[in-house]
């Protein structure tokens, strides 16, 4: 699984950081510092980028000025000018932590994981209390497998700012993802709610606990609650019918399935789900055509052919059936196929799906977190 993740950039710290030494400017210069401060709030970048020019031709040795029109060209998508400003921010000023973080975090978004996490050990170095760098180098540790490393540095974020909520939905999708410590998931969306009570992901995250300690009712919920605040999730009908279909509900299935396909119709997972629900109502022509397209889309997919196997063998199509069992044994999935645990195909669908679920960003966000930086581009937010 692919995460799409938020890498905070350390803006207003850097801007924090530097009102000691802009105090010390003329005072029209350090006008110009606010006025492009709030062009970047206000999304503004074009503006802001000609204001921190200006700035940087009048104090040409300012490493704040460097890193905040670094900043704005991170937000620009011209990473590599970025990447070049946070390093002369650097070089003007060899401790400046939030550069690092900064330059650490242009580097993950191309992709360079091993620079990235060299700057973000850095910029803690530098500052232990830089909890933006704990994080996002928690976030590449997970990206790099490297999963105790990436949760100790959660708990560090926790430790420095316990109010953090970010950090406890980040390390929740992570035990999430390990299947493990499914209380400590609870209590970290649980605290995560405190502060977004209405962050669909959330409520989808707990559902997907619940759902695999076995509380279909309880995810059931869950699911639905995430529908209340985003219902254009079809990752969440897809959930929900799953979980319907393990608490032996098929009334509301076939409809979970069916939004789901109707906002992504290459869902293939739902076709699956779908096609199961059809089988096990007996409308094998139906049950044999979403199968069908579900291998369309994805000829690897050997779960389906396993499923339509039995279709084909209840229409009296032993020979169909008989291809059809031997393709799905080539995925190693000798299974009980009713007892499959079909949450298992949220992985596959997250890894060329993430349009459709993109862990953390969220509008609430915005007047907190400075930037949401994914390591693959993303077409929506929630």
Not at 64 to 89: C, H, M
Not at 194 to 211: D, I, K, N, V, W
């Given at each position: ?267 293939y997972p739902a076709l699956l789900g779908r096609g199961i629900v059809y089988y096990q109502n007996e409308d094998y ?71 459709m679920l993109v862990w953390g960003e969220n509008q609430e966000f915005e007047e907190n977190l400075v930037a949401g ?10």
């Amino acid at each position: 699984m692919v995460l799409v993740i938020v890498l905070v950039l350390a803006f207003l710290a850097i801007y924090v950081t530097g009102i000691d030494t802009v105090k010390s400017i003329p005072s029209e210069v350090y006008q110009l510092f606010h006025q492009a401060f709030s062009l970047i709030r206000e999304k503004k970048y074009s503006e802001a980028l000609e204001i921190y020019n200006a700035i940087i031709n009048l104090l040409p040795h300012h490493p704040v000025a460097y890193a905040q029109r670094g900043n704005v060209y991170y937000y620009l998508g011209d990473i590599d000018k970025a990447i070049e400003d946070y390093s002369k921010a650097i070089e003007l000023k060899p401790d400046f932590a939030e550069a690092y973080n900064n330059r650490g975090n242009a580097y993950l978004s191309k992709g360079d994981i091993e620079q990235g996490v060299s700057d973000l050990t850095k910029a803690v170095e530098l500052n232990p209390q830089l909890k933006e760098a704990f994080f996002n180098r928690g976030i590449a540790r997970s990206e790099e497998g490297k999963y105790q490393e990436a949760l100790e540095d959660f708990s560090q974020v926790t430790q420095i700012d316990p109010q953090e909520p970010d950090v406890y939905l980040a390390r929740a999708r992570l035990l999430l993802k390990l299947k493990t410590y499914y209380n400590q998931v609870l209590d970290d969306i649980n605290q995560f709610l405190e502060f977004y009570p209405s962050h669909p992901q959330a409520y989808f995250l707990r559902g997907m606990c619940f759902l695999r300690q076995g509380d279909y009712s309880q995810a059931i919920q869950d699911f639905s609650q995430a529908l209340t605040f985003k219902k254009d999730f079809p990752l969440a009908y897809y959930q929900r019918g799953i979980a319907r279909i393990k608490q032996g509900e098929y009334m509301g299935t076939i409809e979970d399935f069916t939004t789901a396909l109707d906002l992504e119709p290459e869902f293939y997972p739902a076709l699956l789900g779908r096609g199961i629900v059809y089988y096990q109502n007996e409308d094998y022509e139906l049950a044999q055509e979403d199968l069908n397209r579900a291998i369309e889309i994805n000829p690897r997919f050997y779960k389906a052919y396993g499923f339509r196997a039995l279709v084909y063998r209840a229409l009296g199509k032993e020979e169909e059936a008989e291809k059809d069992w031997e393709e799905f044994l080539k995925g190693d999935m000798i299974n009980d196929l009713v007892e499959e645990d079909l949450d298992e195909e949220t992985n596959e669908l997250c890894s060329w799906g993430e349009k459709m679920l993109v862990w953390g960003e969220n509008q609430e966000f915005e007047e907190n977190l400075v930037a949401g930086v994914g390591f693959e581009p993303t077409t929506s937010g929630l």
